[in-house]
């Protein structure tokens, strides 16, 4: 479908009224569409460039208010044009920072709703004039592909970066193809065989790279300038209408392998950052409209920590967030969205927080996002945390409380085997009052803004030197252990201690109630060397090095084998029983400690124990969790007549393949006991082993 621009000599002299809607440059046979809001323009001018490389656009076409305005909208078609038109607009109006008009007559702006952008280096050197491109979507050959609709009682999600997954040269893809969406299609069979269902891609909207430090890059991509263009950098020439080719196929691909793509999504903020910030649409096209300002109107309100905050329930604004989704799953066919900062839907435009959203609802209720996914990160950088408490019917949560409750209990704080049980099954002590049970929960242990999970167990502290802000930036609580040394060891022992540390940490991640994701690399014990803020780290700090994986081979296999408990719904599915998360979610929970029916709450306490019956009783389950730094023998109930004896299904403290069992590899448990060790996970099971 890449395909050569039209011609400016093929393009009618004379513009047309045109249409004020839709909004962004709309293709048809005979021309192109032209349509923006800019409420308080008064002169509006549509700039086409010649060639992508140009400063100085070819021809420029003034609008006539009051022939080419509508209400707030400019508009004005042009015959002759069509896709691959590079085009740009430019504004002019009142100069009043303090009343929201930011307008420069001398300034090139980005159309909000371009489906491509140029506005990053390419052949070396940037270009002084950021341009949108003209697209036509309509003939691309998706060849049948539809969404994979894959219920999150079966969902894994693998949270990943585009470039990051295979930008390092041991990822085996050809140098053309590294750290692009075509290197991610290559990778496939690797993602297929680990089990995930689904992968969570950092930010791909095209995102501002200079937002970083001296000498580094913003890599993660939390700073995106278009909402509707995929990130150019990605494609294997680096040109924005090839990135949009080969995002399809890549997204085609995965579906193909029965993978769906989520998208981490940001419409918290812009690149446009604070008052001194680059303008690159929205701040020239209607400064009010789109961010909340403070009570001293010269600045901007800020919520996200990046110095603006996007006007989400502004009608503007929630119109954009709106269409923006609804291009990603309707004409890229993207499975759903992980929201960045969604707390912030949940601010008026004055910036205080307000009961029913507006913007929340509109999505919850969007036809066209009906069947997508919708994750919410349930919080903001202004202290506004709802985790438990975001609205809307079919959102679910990241549950930060479950990554900082599992490692607070694995690294032994006092008073945390309150917590525990409730976050193994399903944090019903945060979502109970929903009457929607564990599936509102995405539990995580680890993703990409924190540690990896290997420095979870390898450093006590931040090591974030390289980032040039003298350690100041990215948490300094991480609840981590080292084991006895910071940072890489020789000591087998400490070794040995911290890979069970991590198969525990899965363990709990993929067999809790609720929906698990894993973050890129844990399962071959990636580092980022203690940094917990690599946000600028364009290098082998975030680069997955492939041959992690065969060092780590045991533990890779491991994760393998509790990606398929999850995703087969049963630890040792039955063909006729109930499986753990089935059983879980509605069986009578027996508590206990070392003794039967003699759970220990207290602050001091560092083990507890359950058994999950269900009625009519087919199968049971025994968990025992311990934190303890001695090994424990726990007392054994007696299984239900009929159902067998214990199994022992999962022990985080074997090694290899001992460590989970499938169906009939589970192993009989002799004696009234079980002696636990330390810091580890115990999963035993009565009934059918097939």
Not at 562 to 574: A, H, S
Not at 589 to 602: K, Q, S, T, Y
Request: charged fraction near 25%.
């Amino acid at each position: 479908m890449h395909r050569p621009p039209p011609r400016l000599a093929d393009i009618a002299a004379h513009p047309e009224r045109g249409a004020s809607f839709p909004l962004g440059a709309s293709v048809d046979p005979d021309g192109v569409n032209f349509c923006v809001y800019a409420r308080h323009a008064t002169g509006m001018e549509l700039l086409l460039f010649a060639d992508a490389d140009d400063d100085a656009p070819a021809r420029t076409v003034r609008l006539d208010p009051r022939l080419h305005r509508t209400d707030d909208y400019w508009h004005v078609r042009l015959s002759g044009a069509g896709h691959g038109l590079a085009y740009g607009w430019r504004a002019d109006g009142p100069h009043a920072p303090e009343d929201g008009r930011c307008f420069d007559p001398e300034r090139v702006l980005l159309d909000p709703y371009a489906r491509a952008v140029e506005a990053r280096p390419r052949n070396g050197a940037p270009p002084k004039v950021p341009k949108s491109y003209a697209v036509d979507l309509s003939g691309y050959d998706w060849e049948g592909d539809a969404p994979l609709r894959t219920p999150f009682s079966r969902t894994v999600i693998y949270e990943m970066h585009v470039r990051g997954f295979t930008q390092h040269p041991s990822s085996g893809v050809a140098p053309e193809r590294r750290g692009t969406y075509a290197g991610v299609i290559d990778k496939i069979p690797y993602l297929v065989d680990l089990g995930v269902t689904a992968v969570e891609l950092l930010p791909i909207f095209e995102f501002d790279e200079t937002t970083a430090p001296p000498g580094l890059t913003n890599y993660w991509g939390y700073n995106p300038i278009a909402l509707f263009a995929p990130h150019a950098a990605y494609a294997t020439d680096g040109d924005p209408l090839t990135a949009l080719d080969e995002f399809r196929d890549m997204v085609k691909a995965l579906h193909r392998a029965g993978i769906e793509v989520l998208l981490d999504v940001v419409y918290n903020h812009t690149a446009e950052g604070g008052a001194g910030g680059t303008t690159y649409s929205f701040r020239g096209l209607d400064d009010d409209a789109y961010y909340i300002r403070g009570e001293d109107r010269t600045r901007y309100a800020d919520f996200t920590g990046t110095g603006n905050t996007l006007n989400a329930n502004h009608s503007v604004v929630r119109r954009l967030i709106r269409d923006s989704l609804c291009h990603w799953a309707r004409d890229m066919h993207v499975d759903g969205f992980r929201f960045d900062l969604a707390s912030i839907f949940s601010r008026a435009p004055d910036g205080t927080p307000i009961e029913d959203p507006p913007v929340v609802w509109g999505i919850d209720t969007m036809p066209e996002l009906a069947g997508t996914k919708l994750i919410a990160e349930a919080w903001d950088a202004g202290g506004l945390y709802q985790v438990g408490s975001f609205r809307g019917k079919r959102w679910k949560e990241w549950n930060g409380r479950f990554r900082d409750d599992v490692r607070r209990f694995l690294r032994g704080d006092r008073g945390s085997v309150t917590t525990i049980g409730q976050r193994f099954l399903g944090s019903p002590d945060i979502y109970g009052h929903r009457r929607r049970g564990p599936e509102l929960s995405v539990n995580f242990v680890t993703c990409h803004d924190g540690f990896t999970m290997n420095d979870l167990v390898s450093y006590e502290r931040k090591h974030n030197s390289a980032n040039g802000e003298d350690d100041r930036d990215g948490t300094n609580d991480n609840f981590s252990a080292n084991h006895g040394v910071e940072g890489p060891s020789d000591d087998a022992a400490i070794e040995a201690a911290r890979e069970q540390q991590i198969r525990t940490f899965f363990a709990l991640t993929l067999l809790s109630l609720g929906t698990p994701m894993i973050l890129m690399g844990d399962e071959m014990r990636r580092t980022q060397g203690g940094n917990n803020n690599a946000y600028c780290q364009d290098n082998d700090t975030n680069w997955l090095d492939w041959t992690l994986l065969e060092r780590h081979r045991e533990l890779h296999a491991f994760v393998r084998r509790l990606i398929r408990m999850k995703v087969r719904r049963g630890l040792d599915r039955p063909t006729d029983g109930m499986d753990l998360e089935d059983l879980l979610a509605s069986a009578e929970i027996r508590w206990h400690g070392v003794e039967l029916d003699a759970p220990d709450w207290g602050d001091h306490s560092h083990s507890i124990a359950f058994t999950a019956k269900s009625a009519p009783v087919e199968r049971e389950y025994h968990v025992i969790l311990s934190a303890h730094v001695e090994p424990l023998t726990f007392a054994l109930p007696d299984t239900v007549p009929g159902t067998g004896p214990w199994r022992r299904v999962l022990d985080t403290s074997l090694a290899g393949t001992d460590a989970a069992a499938l169906g009939h590899e589970a192993e009989p448990v002799s004696g009234s006991s079980y002696t636990v060790a330390p810091r580890s996970l115990v999963v035993l099971s009565s009934g059918p082993t097939r």
